[in-house]
């Protein structure tokens, strides 16, 4: 795997390319994301770096976290998460981590949380074709039959249901970086990324492994 950072969305817009395309693009404010742990084989079994972004108040930590974060000279930091790497000689703790690792038309992952839409129906999760409107279908938004008759006399595990929609990990693999803002730290990744507007996101450089 490979070094990635931490941001957060800044909403969409668009930009023109040199022949006058609209091109959607998300902005995110990406990092910068010191390095407050380098994970070892020898001390945690694995080797690793763990990143931290968003500072907060110190009011908002606890002394432990505290203590972490002392070992790299940080300062009380929101969010922490750690990237795997085959070799961790080239960084540093308190290594500060920047948009600058990216390039233009590189080939990222970006994985956030989706927005949470609530307990939805059918139709609205799934997808679920309406019943007739009929006066007296009586089955409008209706799911139907979910069961299977008296053998096995219940309803299968994973039965598509109403249910809580959104709000789950997602990753959307394979975005191209379209312009890379190093002085204010911003990334402008084509098309859309998960989550809302303030929505936290990490993104990596796609497995080259698959392709």
């Given at each position: ?24 693009v ?15 084989q ?11 972004f ?21 300062p ?5 998460h750690?990237?795997r ?11 500060p ?11 990222v992952?970006?994985?956030g ?14 997808n679920f ?6 006066h ?15 053998t096995?006399?219940?309803v ?6 109403a ?23 911003l990334?402008?990744?084509k098309?859309?990324?998960?989550g ?7 993104i ?8």
């Open positions: 795997m490979a070094v990635g950072i931490l941001g957060t969305k800044v909403g969409m817009t668009q930009i023109f390319d040199e022949t006058g395309r609209a091109i959607p998300t902005v995110i404010q990406a990092g910068p994301c010191p390095i407050t742990q380098i994970k070892t020898q001390t945690d079994g694995y080797t690793a770096i763990q990143v931290g968003g500072e907060k108040t110190q009011k908002g930590i606890n002394k432990p976290e505290l203590g972490h974060l002392a070992k790299s000279g940080s009380p930091l929101r969010h922490l750690e990237y790497l085959e070799n961790t000689g080239d960084y540093e703790l308190g290594q981590i920047k948009a600058d690792i990216f390039t233009p038309g590189q080939i992952d970006v994985m949380t989706s927005i949470g839409k609530g307990f939805a129906g059918y139709q609205k999760r799934h074709k309406r019943g007739p409107m009929a007296g279908s009586k089955n409008h938004r209706a799911p139907g039959s979910t069961g299977a008759g008296t096995p006399g219940r299968y595990p994973g039965k598509r249901m249910g809580r929609l959104g709000g789950k990990q997602i990753t959307i693999r394979k975005l191209a970086i379209v312009r890379v803002d190093a002085e204010r730290n990334l402008l990744i098309g859309a990324v998960p809302k507007v303030g929505a936290l996101l990490s990596t450089p796609t497995n080259k492994v698959g392709k």
